[in-house]
């Protein structure tokens, strides 16, 4: 009875540590999803530490200058387009690349590949190459213990995606086409037959904002104010135009009317936006 207790325990130990033991990742994996555009854009990269490891050196232990680099650890760097985007001045269409990267002192070469199943850099062909491209290498004033990638200075047509780690940082401008798109678009809401009012909207927005263009937002924006007379953010927007265009009193009038709407709609931050418009006329 014993030795069969014995086995028995034995046994478990032995399923015990059969087990499998999962550790954290040395470089552990970021994904990341930025709306940009009229799409998104999704990077998925492997984030390792400097670890008191020489860095963007000759024959550097990590991201040796010179040498072609993953940009990031294990798999090759992805990224991911919804839409299409322009990067070193060509345009690339819609679909999942990866990115390489060529460490140098001064500039770096920025690859786009579509070797997407490549582990790092095993299996890279130059002939898959999409878009190569040269930026300049910047001084990053706090050291980044953890190689890092995120976007920045997004705006309505462009955007940077940023690689900082230890004292270096670079910024690949990506861009794309949004303004005719929306133009094309708001063309056609316009010219159908009939027109559905809630376009008027955002034609006003588009001519106002994107295109400059304020006797045309004025015309839209008014149009949706007589489509929607309790709409007090319409009235506010009207506002804002006729101020843009130096009718103070024509915008004072608007906002007037803004106030007095979202007062009875119980909106204290229009009532407030409204007040603070008049202020500035």
């Known amino acids: 009875m014993k030795k069969t ?11 015990a540590f059969a087990q499998p033991i999962k550790m954290p990742a040395p470089s552990p994996e970021q994904k990341i999803t930025q709306a940009f555009g009229m799409g998104t854009i999704e ?4 984030r390792p530490n400097i670890k008191s490891r020489a860095l963007f050196q000759a024959n550097s232990e990590l991201a ?11 798999a090759a760097t992805r990224i991911h387009f919804s839409d299409k985007v322009t990067i070193g001045g060509k345009m690339l269409d819609t679909g999942t690349y990866v ?8 500039f770096w070469d920025i690859i786009i590949n579509t070797g997407v199943n490549n582990w790092g850099t095993d299996g890279y062909k130059e002939a898959e190459d999409v878009v190569r491209f040269t930026v300049k290498a910047e001084k990053f004033g706090t050291p ?18 940023r690689l900082v780690w230890g004292n270096t940082t670079v910024r690949i401008p990506i861009s794309t086409n949004t303004k005719d798109r929306l133009r094309a678009q708001i063309d056609k809401a316009l010219n159908a037959d009939p027109v559905n009012p809630n376009v008027y909207q955002p034609a006003a927005n588009f ?21 929607n007379p309790q709409a007090f953010w319409l009235f506010l927007l009207k506002a804002k135009i006729q101020k843009e265009m130096g009718d103070k009193i024509s915008a004072k009038a608007s906002a007037e009317k803004c106030i007095a709407l979202a ?9 407030k936006l409204g007040i603070e418009l008049i202020k500035k006329l």
């Open 64 to 74: 040796p200058l010179g040498k072609l680099w993953r940009t990031g650890a294990n």
């Open 99 to 106: 990115l390489y990267t060529i460490p140098g002192k001064e």
């Open 144 to 161: 980044m213990e953890t190689f890092t990638m995120q976007f920045a200075n997004i705006q309505r047509e462009t955007c940077d995606l």
């Open 5 to 15: 207790f014995l086995a028995m325990l034995g046994f478990c130990s032995i399923q």
């Open 43 to 46: 990077l998925t990269y492997s």
């Open 207 to 227: 001519y106002y904002e994107w295109d400059k263009d304020l006797p045309q937002a004025l015309k839209y924006a008014t149009k949706a104010t007589e489509a």
């Open 263 to 271: 007062t009875t709609a119980k909106n204290d931050e229009y009532v």
